[in-house]
């Protein structure tokens, strides 16, 4: 009780509520909100951020070598397979639509026609914080050219000692105005706390305390929301919502 209290107050305090932005449209675009929480400098979700943060060499080392990158950010497979599918569900679950042999044949608004079908239909955080093999870097003066993590690739392991050893590169907290071939990089702070980790917080010790209070789903389906995935199903156990809350975090 006392750890949900400390973070309701906090909830309190910031009642315009999780950070989001829209598209050129003016539609709510859940890709742009979660890439841009990191990258937009005292956003109204920040509670605690370094000022400079030195994301200049964080970039360079995320960035592939055909970006004039050191390949050093790699992901795990376990990581990678823990992102939901766009449907919400992970992908171990029945309905998930998941498919982990071989490639696509069409291009779909996130990924192109050959990338493995283990990437496509997932949610938008993925395509936010995880390069894959046949992937485009995210600068938007990028060529465009397939990033090439296989071994021989371009980006590969036979190429150079700067490879990731598990073929996946991180792109999280990379702005995609970010030129690391031509050394021009956004300012961005450092995020150690912002209000998403607060409405998880809230969420998993009340669940703790009064596993029935409707506000234990509110606050994580408000982060579902805003990653753009459905809200978790109704009726959940307290373990299930548990076992939901730490899966999310």
Request: glycine share 8%.
């Amino acid at each position: 009780k006392l750890a949900a209290d400390a973070a309701k107050a906090v909830i309190d305090l910031m009642p315009n509520g999780l950070y989001k932005k829209n598209d050129a449209s003016g539609n709510f675009d859940p890709f742009a909100s979660y890439r841009d929480v990191f990258i937009d400098r005292w956003n109204t979700e920040i509670i605690w951020a370094r000022p400079s943060s030195g994301t200049n060499n964080w970039t360079v080392h995320a960035a592939p070598r055909q970006m004039k990158g050191w390949n050093g950010l790699g992901v795990t497979q376990q990581m990678v397979d823990a992102y939901h599918m766009a449907n919400g569900k992970r992908i171990d679950e029945a309905g998930s639509g998941y498919v982990e042999t071989g490639l696509s044949s069409t291009e779909t608004k996130y990924t192109k026609a050959l990338d493995w079908n283990m990437y496509l239909n997932r949610e938008p955080r993925f395509y936010v914080s995880i390069l894959y093999n046949h992937d485009t870097w995210v600068f938007t003066g990028a060529s465009g050219t397939p990033i090439q993590l296989y071994a021989t690739g371009a980006s590969g392991k036979n190429g150079s000692h700067d490879h990731t050893e598990s073929g996946y590169l991180l792109t999280k907290f990379v702005s995609p105005n970010s030129d690391v071939p031509n050394n021009r990089y956004t300012t961005q702070s450092w995020v150690y706390f912002r209000l998403a980790e607060m409405y998880l917080n809230y969420a998993e010790a009340l669940n703790e305390y009064s596993p029935t209070n409707a506000d234990v789903a509110k606050y994580v389906n408000l982060v579902r929301e805003r990653a753009g995935i459905p809200a978790l199903p109704a009726g959940l156990s307290q373990a299930d919502m548990r076992e939901r809350i730490r899966h999310e975090r």
